[in-house]
C-alpha cells in the first residue's frame, strides 16, 4: 500500500516537473488531491480533507499552490458558480454539469466539445462549458 502511494506522489511529481512547477510536499500533495478527486472541489474542501495528514498546511497555502497551479497550466479553475471556484487536474477541453439539487459536478467527457470560430483577431485563451440541470440521481428521488 505504502508503494502505491509513493508511486502516486513520484507520478504527481513529474507532472508538475513537466508544467515548470518545482514538486515541492505540498504542491503534490495537492495535485495528486485532484486527480485522485474528480468532484472537483474548492480550495476549502482540499484544505479540510488534507489538513488531518497535513498539519503544517494552511488555507493560504491552498490557495496559492492551487493560483500557481492554475497559473502554470497544470490544473484548470472552473467557474461554475459566481462566488465560487472549483479546481480540475484535467485540463482537457471537456463539458461541466452541475446538478442543481446535490451540487454535484461531473465531467461529461463522451459528450463532443463544441468547436467555436471566433471572428477575426479574436483569440482564446480558455474555454469552458457548463451545464445546470438535475443529474440521473437526484432526478430518481424527484
Keep these: 500500500m505504502r508503494d502505491v502511494k509513493q508511486m502516486e506522489q513520484k507520478e504527481s511529481a513529474e507532472k508538475l516537473s513537466h508544467f515548470g512547477v518545482r ?74 454539469f452541475k446538478c442543481m439539487l446535490c451540487k454535484k459536478v461531473y465531467d461529461l467527457v463522451a459528450v463532443p466539445f463544441p468547436e467555436v470560430k ?4 479574436f483569440t482564446s485563451v480558455t474555454t469552458q462549458v457548463n451545464i445546470e440541470g438535475i443529474c440521473p440521481d437526484c432526478s430518481v428521488i424527484g
Excluded at 471566433?118 to 483577431?121: D, F, G, I, M, S
Design 118 to 121: 471566433l471572428p477575426a483577431n
Design 23 to 96: 514538486p515541492l510536499s505540498h504542491r503534490v500533495a495537492i495535485y495528486r488531491y485532484l486527480m485522485d478527486n474528480k468532484n472537483h472541489p474548492t480550495a476549502d474542501t482540499i484544505y479540510t480533507d488534507l489538513k488531518g495528514s497535513m498539519p503544517s498546511l494552511s488555507r493560504t497555502t491552498v490557495y496559492n499552490v492551487l493560483n500557481h497551479l492554475c497559473e502554470k497550466g497544470a490544473v484548470r479553475k472552473v467557474s461554475i458558480e459566481e462566488h465560487e471556484s472549483r479546481y480540475d487536474a484535467d485540463i482537457s477541453d471537456h463539458i461541466h
